[in-house]
């Protein structure tokens, strides 16, 4: 018997953060959006444990017990006394190293998956407590759809969405590290009173009410400069996407994807079209949210 889950990949509509906590992390207020760019986790009993992964750039992801994925599973197994004895197969089609949570869904898909697999029976309390101690996207990647997380980003709070979002998404040329950009975050703000992060309003009446003009006026990402700071090229991304018609550019999460929010699917292709040809990009995807979060797709 083997389990397969689907979890989708996201995209910060808000990344407000706050200064650098005693413990080294930073207090957030962090609106998730879900959209439909998905990784597959397949577990199946083995008498060893083991990683594969298939798909774009496989070859950075590690296969070893430090990949998301593969913690969550011990994590599982450990809780309730049990060999983690299954081959734990990863099939990529999020961007790795992206800003998009691509090892979080992977984490959160793991964790389902062996939840499933060896009928454990954990509450989905249980289950989010795991994912939370995992990292701070984990439990997201779980629940999908939208959500305002504040604390590290993995205290949660489900939202409404009115609509659809269409968005077009931009891959670098290679990865930038999450740790580096809240580094960087740290070094610029150095010497300027950094505010105690909140959910803007007009965001989340734009989610509510479905309307892409108003989330376009109200998207935010406080890494952006960070991001901006060790990849300055990602300035001419989001400047070729908005001179194609996206609605707005930003940033997704650390970086280095950019996203381009668009009105419709066929302006999304109009913008995917032109970011390839700016030659600013490694190369494009075109996605739509919110998204379900971990969904078994089969057994």
Same mark, same amino acid.
């Given at each position: 018997m083997s389990v397969t889950v689907r979890v989708p990949a996201k &995209?910060?509509?808000? /990344?407000? &953060?706050?200064?650098?906590?005693? #413990?080294?992390?930073? +207090?957030?207020?962090? &609106?998730?959006?879900?959209?439909? !760019? @998905?990784?597959?986790?397949?577990v199946t009993p083995a008498d060893e444990f083991r990683v594969t992964c298939?798909? $774009?750039?496989? #070859?950075?992801?590690?296969?070893?017990?430090?990949?998301?994925?593969?913690? *969550?599973?011990?994590?599982?197994?450990?809780? @309730?006394?049990?060999? $983690?004895?299954?081959h734990l197969h990863i099939a990529k089609d999020i961007p790795v190293a992206g800003g998009m949570a691509g090892g979080s869904a +992977?984490?959160? =898909?793991?964790?389902?998956?062996?939840?499933? !697999?060896?009928? %454990? =029976?954990?509450?989905?309390?249980?289950?989010?407590?795991?994912?939370?101690?995992l990292g701070s996207d984990v439990p997201f990647s779980l629940v999908g759809g939208a959500a305002l997380g504040i604390g590290r980003g993995e205290q949660l709070t489900p939202l409404e969405v009115g609509g659809t979002f269409h968005w077009v998404f931009a891959m670098a040329g290679r990865g930038l590290s999450t740790p580096a950009v809240f580094r960087e975050f740290d070094r610029l703000g150095e010497d300027t009173d950094i505010p105690e992060p909140v959910a803007s309003g007009e965001l989340l009446a734009a989610l509510a009410k479905?309307?892409? +003009?108003? !989330?376009? *006026?109200?998207?935010?990402? #406080?890494l952006?400069?960070?991001?901006?700071?060790?990849?300055?090229?990602?300035?001419g991304t989001l400047a070729a996407g908005r001179a194609a018609g996206? /609605?707005? *550019? /930003?940033?997704?999460g650390s970086g280095p994807t950019t996203a381009f929010l668009v009105r419709d699917p066929e302006s999304a292709a109009? &913008?995917?079209?032109?970011?390839?040809?700016? =030659?600013?990009?490694? %190369?494009?995807?075109?996605?739509?949210?919110?998204?379900p979060g971990a969904t078994i797709a089969g057994r």
């Amino acid at each position: 018997m083997s389990v397969t889950v689907r979890v989708p990949a996201k &995209v910060n509509v808000q /990344l407000a &953060v706050g200064a650098a906590r005693p #413990d080294g992390f930073h +207090d957030l207020a962090n &609106v998730f959006l879900a959209v439909g !760019l @998905y990784d597959e986790i397949t577990v199946t009993p083995a008498d060893e444990f083991r990683v594969t992964c298939e798909g $774009p750039d496989a #070859d950075q992801v590690p296969l070893d017990r430090t990949n998301l994925a593969a913690r *969550a599973a011990i994590a599982l197994a450990e809780r @309730y006394g049990r060999s $983690p004895g299954v081959h734990l197969h990863i099939a990529k089609d999020i961007p790795v190293a992206g800003g998009m949570a691509g090892g979080s869904a +992977d984490g959160a =898909g793991a964790l389902v998956a062996c939840d499933a !697999l060896w009928e %454990t =029976g954990a509450s989905r309390e249980e289950l989010l407590g795991i994912c939370a101690e995992l990292g701070s996207d984990v439990p997201f990647s779980l629940v999908g759809g939208a959500a305002l997380g504040i604390g590290r980003g993995e205290q949660l709070t489900p939202l409404e969405v009115g609509g659809t979002f269409h968005w077009v998404f931009a891959m670098a040329g290679r990865g930038l590290s999450t740790p580096a950009v809240f580094r960087e975050f740290d070094r610029l703000g150095e010497d300027t009173d950094i505010p105690e992060p909140v959910a803007s309003g007009e965001l989340l009446a734009a989610l509510a009410k479905g309307d892409p +003009d108003a !989330l376009a *006026a109200a998207v935010s990402n #406080d890494l952006q400069p960070a991001a901006l700071s060790l990849f300055p090229e990602l300035a001419g991304t989001l400047a070729a996407g908005r001179a194609a018609g996206a /609605l707005t *550019a /930003l940033v997704s999460g650390s970086g280095p994807t950019t996203a381009f929010l668009v009105r419709d699917p066929e302006s999304a292709a109009v &913008v995917a079209q032109a970011l390839l040809a700016s =030659g600013t990009c490694r %190369t494009v995807r075109t996605a739509s949210g919110p998204a379900p979060g971990a969904t078994i797709a089969g057994r």
